[in-house]
């Protein structure tokens, strides 16, 4: 999941802009987030990323079958927890959330 996220980030993101990454926990949750600047998500697709082959705006240089964030998303399930998705015009950032235990 991280792999997809950090890599999501890096070919997505804003050349000239750090990709951040963090992790924390608190109130017996786990959170670990990847953030980068860039062009933001439009609202309709941020509502299916985690949908299977769902690819958004297709550019001929970038490949994959769009099941990266799905995987990802089923990973987070698996795990009790969710994946999230924000995104403005200042930075996009996916937010993993899971119970520790």
């Given amino acids: 999941m ?3 996220l950090l890599g999501n ?10 990709v951040r990454i963090g ?7 786990f959170v670990l987030w990847v953030a980068n600047s860039g062009e933001p998500i439009p609202d309709a697709v941020a509502a299916q990323l985690f949908q299977p082959f769902f690819r958004g705006q297709v550019r001929a240089s970038i490949q ?7 995987i990802a998303s ?12 924000a995104s403005t015009a200042e930075e996009t950032h996916f937010t993993f959330r899971m119970p520790l235990r």
């Fill in 2 to 4: 991280v792999s997809n």
């Fill in 9 to 18: 980030a890096l070919t997505h993101g804003a050349a000239d802009k750090p």
């Fill in 23 to 29: 992790a924390s926990t608190a109130n017996g949750m």
């Fill in 64 to 70: 994959g079958l769009g099941l990266g964030l799905y």
């Fill in 74 to 85: 089923q990973i987070a399930e698996a795990h009790d927890g969710t994946l999230t998705v």
